[in-house]
Antibody, heavy 122, light 113 residues
Framework: QVQLVQSGAEVKKPGASVKISCKTS????????IHWVRQAPGLGLEWVGW????????NYAQKFQGWVTMTRDTSISTAYMEFGGPSSDDTAVYYC???????????????WGQGALVTVSS | QSVLTQPPSVSGAPGQTVTVSCTGSSSNIGAGHGVQWYQQLPGTAPRLLIHTNTYRPSGVPDRFSGSKSGTSASLAITGLQPEDEADYYC?????????????FGGGTKLTVL
């Protein structure tokens, strides 16, 4: 069965880099995009960006360009999101999701990780 | 401020029908980009309910339906059940001169009375 298992919760001081992993199984890793979506406490979903595991191409939301990096390791079917210099505003649950093409773009996110809580606090 | 606008909350009694609206603009829904809907139960990851405006993935009850007109889309839930109490999000694609991005609505909390 399809599974996306994310790394555990993290507590970081402002300015320290964060790297979250998303290990996938049960499907061909390179056949689907991986999106990263975050949700601050009590707030809605916010798209961070996507990576195409086949080739590694990325697309980041404008507000995250320059400080978020998405990568993947096809040998272990795992995607990563790293961001540097977070502030307390970046405290959120970060989800990875497997997404396929619909409506002309890779927007249909049918399987999600369990979420990784990142707390940024001094 | 979300690119897609949803009402913060809706409510209905069991058995009733509720609709959730999602208003966009000419750079997303109005540009012909499809709309997806996600359900998020408390403490869980989102679940895909509707894709490409009107299509239900397998396993989603037919009580859930989607529609789109112009720059707006709607999610209708008929025969409301207590387990439908959740947050609902619309999602689409936004293309402007400055780039392209996936966008979500701000979310709508459904309360089953």
């Amino acid at each position: 069965q399809v599974q996306l298992v994310q790394s555990g919760a993290e507590v970081k001081k402002p300015g320290a880099s964060v790297k979250i992993s998303c290990k996938t199984s049960g499907y061909s890793f390179t056949d689907y995009y991986i999106h990263w979506v975050r949700q601050a406490p009590g707030l809605g979903l916010e798209w961070v960006g996507w990576i195409n595991p086949h080739g590694g191409g990325t697309n980041y939301a404008q507000k995250f360009q320059g400080w978020v990096t998405m990568t993947r390791d096809t040998s272990i079917s795992t995607a990563y999101m790293e961001f540097g210099g977070p502030s307390s505003d970046d405290t959120a649950v970060y989800y990875c999701a497997r997404c396929h093409y619909c409506s002309g773009y890779p927007l249909c996110c049918d399987y999600w990780g369990q979420g990784a809580l990142v707390t940024v606090s001094s | 401020q979300s690119v897609l606008t949803q009402p913060p909350s809706v409510s209905g009694a069991p058995g009733q029908t509720v609709t959730v609206s999602c208003t966009g603009s000419s750079s997303n829904i109005g540009a012909g980009h499809g709309v997806q809907w996600y359900q998020q139960l408390p403490g869980t990851a989102p679940r895909l309910l509707i894709h490409t405006n009107t299509y239900r993935p397998s396993g989603v009850p037919d009580r859930f339906s989607g529609s789109k007109s112009g720059t707006s889309a709607s999610l209708a839930i008929t025969g409301l059940q207590p387990e439908d109490e959740a947050d609902y999000y619309c999602q689409s694609y936004d293309t402007t001169l400055s780039g392209a991005a996936v966008v979500f609505g701000g979310g709508t909390k459904l309360t089953v009375l």
